[in-house]
């Protein structure tokens, strides 16, 4: 199992231009959810979703926007590229079988805006 | 107050010391507890997750107090290896929500 996976590792944007950070999971987890790291901050989560075709806003969705269409990924789309959205981006996949709700996360991608 | 707290540290540590962290929360309705582990500029990785009675796994014991909400995480026989972010978190009953401590930074010294 490759786990979680997210493309790119890196991104340069320029200020105004639009992306999409890539996530999928080959583990079948119905939940899957986008953090955004920030130095000195915890992770904040973006958006997430439940299952597919389901998604809801976390605590900071304004510029991202996602979709799920099958239960593997869980794109992130960034509308229009600002240099507030400089950080770190994480994909997370959990499950509720077994009561277990342990989140995995992916090797991130590193987004500059300029 | 924020609704997971940790000591930033850092924690400074020579090999082979017990360290401890602790984590505070404020949700009384939170379920499910984790300690995570982040290297530098890397994914957080879960350690363990830790439950009502109290669990360990070689080096590391984790326990939880709903009385008091918190959560800690003990480390004996510190290695090298162990220098790292230690994430505290926290999942809410009946949600998706995980909420996460912004970190406890420990450096294990020769």
């Known amino acids: 199992n490759a786990g979680v996976t997210q493309t790119p590792k890196f991104q340069v944007l320029k200020t105004g231009q639009s992306m999409t950070l890539q996530c999928a999971q080959d583990?079948?987890?119905?939940?899957m959810s986008w953090y955004r790291q920030d130095p000195g901050m915890g992770l904040r989560l973006i958006h997430y979703?439940?299952?597919?075709?389901?998604?809801d806003q976390g605590e900071v969705p304004n510029g991202y926007n996602v979709s799920r269409s099958t239960t593997e990924d869980f794109p992130l789309r960034l509308l229009s590229a600002a240099p507030s959205q400089t950080s770190v981006y994480f994909c997370?996949?959990?499950?509720?079988?077994?009561?277990?709700?342990?989140?995995?996360f992916g090797p991130g991608t590193r987004l500059t805006v300029t | 107050r924020k609704e997971v707290e940790q000591d930033p540290g850092p924690f400074n540590v020579p090999e082979g010391a017990t360290v401890a962290f602790n984590c505070t929360y404020s949700?009384?309705?939170?379920?499910?507890f984790f300690w995570y582990r982040q290297d530098c500029r890397k994914e957080p990785k879960l350690l363990m997750s830790?439950?009502?009675s109290g669990n360990e796994d070689g080096r590391f014991t984790a326990q939880l107090n709903r009385a008091s909400q918190y959560i800690s995480l003990l480390i004996r026989d510190s290695k090298l290896s162990d220098s790292a972010t230690y994430l505290c978190?926290?999942?809410?009953?009946?949600?998706?929500?995980?909420?996460f401590g912004t970190g406890t930074r420990l450096k294990v010294l020769a």
């Open positions: 978190v926290v999942k809410w009953s009946g949600t998706y929500k995980y909420i």
């Open positions: 979703s439940v299952g597919a075709g389901i998604t």
């Open positions: 997370a996949s959990s499950s509720s079988r077994q009561g277990a709700y342990e989140q995995y």
């Open positions: 583990m079948n987890h119905e939940y």
């Open positions: 949700n009384s309705a939170s379920q499910s």
């Open positions: 830790v439950y009502s």
